[in-house]
Nanobody, 121 residues
């Protein structure tokens, strides 16, 4: 089970840190991803991290602004979002899949409930 939290309302240029807590004891065996879905749009990939934390992946639009990280001892993955833009407004979801991160949402087995991020201009 995954639970995402940390969303909220922020002005453009601001920052937020999302967290996703896992109940699974084998959390350290799972690659984790963050996806987002804006109103009327498809859910899209944002960032992913391998089980070890060594490898990370980002969609081009967030590179240099967002950072994904994890603490396996706390069974938690984070998404630090800096310099937020109105186009980052969406519901953000965390997801898990075995071992490696992936750009493809269909490859993830488990999903959290989502947390809303709203960026005002």
């Amino acid at each position: 089970q995954l639970q995402a939290f940390g969303g909220g309302l922020v002005q453009a240029g601001g920052f937020l840190r999302l967290s996703c807590a896992a109940s699974e004891r084998t959390f350290g065996n799972y690659g984790m991803g963050w996806f987002r879905q804006a109103p009327g749009k498809e859910r899209e990939f944002v960032a992913a991290i391998s089980a070890s934390g060594i490898s990370t992946y980002y969609v081009d639009s967030v590179k240099g602004r967002f950072t994904i990280s994890r603490e396996n001892a706390k069974r938690t993955v984070y998404l630090q979002m800096n310099n937020l833009k109105p186009e980052d407004t969406a519901v953000y979801y965390c997801a898990a899949r075995p071992y490696s991160g992936s750009y493809f949402k269909s490859s993830y087995d488990y999903w959290g409930q989502g947390t809303l991020v709203t960026v005002s201009s």
